[in-house]
């Protein structure tokens, strides 16, 4: 793994945002895989400032997101598809057709679940994921269990999680308690990964991925069987290796 460890969260955010454009420039049709929360925006700032500076194009690009809360209309602030568009995709020239969501509100989750895999492959599978990391180990929302689960799926969330999550919404009990999301292999297939984890919340995670024993207890801690992750840390993510 190519772990860097940065001083800011300012400098993590030009450098994921280069990386992910870099992407870009050498493969104009580049197939991305993006992901919410409060560690990729600084990256998604840069990738829009690159953007607007004339040195990168999108139009060709296609995107996959990592996961949907189920429940919850996309035009709800708190959905995943409102951050996209607020945090990138309206600031960048990607077409509307080339974005790619799991939908949480699916009649038949298992069929969505399956199209969104085939969707994936039809696109040619995806060149760079960028992934946050939760601080039980956990990658979109394949949370902490016994096995792991290969391809995209619905998942009740843990407590932990609906507790890191609550800051957004109003009160602990708007949360979603379900989501759909990309699982174990449908991660591991994307050609390259970059993880970004930001404070001390973060550091056991981040420890056990980069050299704890592999499990599904620690559903990151797989990536060490990836050919190609870079760690992108800040010191407090960074403070227990
Ligand atoms: P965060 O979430 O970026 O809001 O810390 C990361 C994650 O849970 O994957």
Not at 69 to 94: A, G, P, Q, V
Not at 97 to 104: K, M, V
Not at 145 to 160: D, G, M, N, Y
Not at 164 to 170: E, Q, T
Request: net charge negative; charged share 20%; with cysteine.
């Amino acid at each position: 793994m190519n772990v860097l460890v940065f001083d800011t969260e300012e400098q993590i955010g030009i450098a994921a945002g280069y990386y992910m454009c870099g992407q870009v420039l050498q493969k104009p049709d580049s197939v991305l895989g993006l992901a919410t929360g409060s560690t990729p925006i600084k990256a998604y700032d840069h990738m829009i400032k690159l953007y607007r500076q004339g040195a990168v194009d999108f139009s060709q690009v296609t995107t996959f997101n990592l996961d949907e809360y189920c429940n919850l209309d996309i035009k709800d602030k708190n959905s995943y598809h409102s951050f996209m568009y607020e945090n990138l995709f309206n600031n960048i020239n990607i077409p509307d057709e080339n974005i790619n969501f799991l939908d949480g509100n699916a009649a038949d989750v298992e069929q969505e679940c399956k199209n969104y895999e085939k969707k994936i492959k039809q696109a040619g599978g995806i060149d760079i994921q960028l992934l946050g990391i939760g601080s039980n180990g956990h990658i979109a929302f394949n949370e902490p269990a016994e096995s792991f689960q290969r391809w995209s799926h619905i998942v009740a969330l843990k407590e932990s999680t609906i507790k890191d999550n609550s800051r957004f919404f109003n009160s602990i009990e708007e949360v979603p308690t379900h989501a759909l999301t990309m699982g174990i292999g449908s991660i591991m297939q994307a050609k390259r990964i970059l993880i970004i984890a930001l404070s001390e919340h973060k550091a056991k995670a981040v420890k056990q991925v980069i050299d704890g024993q592999v499990t599904p207890q620690c559903p990151a801690s797989v990536l060490q069987f990836h050919p190609d992750v870079t760690l992108m840390l800040d010191k407090g993510a960074a403070s227990l290796l």
